[in-house]
């Protein structure tokens, strides 16, 4: 079995940043690619960015400039440094980890979501 365990989301102002952390453990033979994803109340979880184990990099055209993913593989861990943050981007974020297991076998997994705020 695999945990998440997701940290660093608040209340910001706008224009302010945050930096969310998921960290993956437990029966993990490597990890492939992580994510993060969003979701408002209503509306279906969107991608906002992912990274390969390879470094390639995916963002959403509304964070593009202003997020940025990263992530530890030593670690077990994926980043998203949030800046110039707008009402807008206030949702629930998930981080999406797709982790392979001595078989080879792909298996994906949720964070428990992290609540991020934007408002003066």
């Keep these: 079995q695999v945990q998440l365990v997701e940290s660093g989301g608040g209340l910001v102002q706008p224009g ?3 930096r969310l952390s998921c960290a993956a453990s437990g029966s993990i033979f490597s990890i492939d690619t992580m994510g ?5 109340p209503g509306f279906q979880r969107e991608l906002v960015a992912s990274i390969t184990s390879s470094g ?6 509304s964070v593009k400039g202003r997020f940025t ?5 030593a670690k ?3 980043y998203l440094q949030m800046n ?7 949702a629930v ?16 997994y949720w964070g428990q979501g992290t609540q991020v ?3 003066s």
């Design 76 to 78: 077990n861990t994926v």
């Design 69 to 73: 993913i990263s992530r530890d593989n």
């Design 16 to 18: 302010g940043s945050l």
């Design 93 to 108: 974020y998930y981080c999406n980890v797709n982790v392979i297991n001595g078989l080879g076998q792909i298996f994906g």
């Design 36 to 40: 993060w994803y969003r979701q408002v």
């Design 84 to 90: 110039s943050l707008k009402p807008e981007d206030t």
């Design 56 to 61: 390639r990099t995916i963002y959403a055209e």
């Design 117 to 119: 705020t934007v408002s």
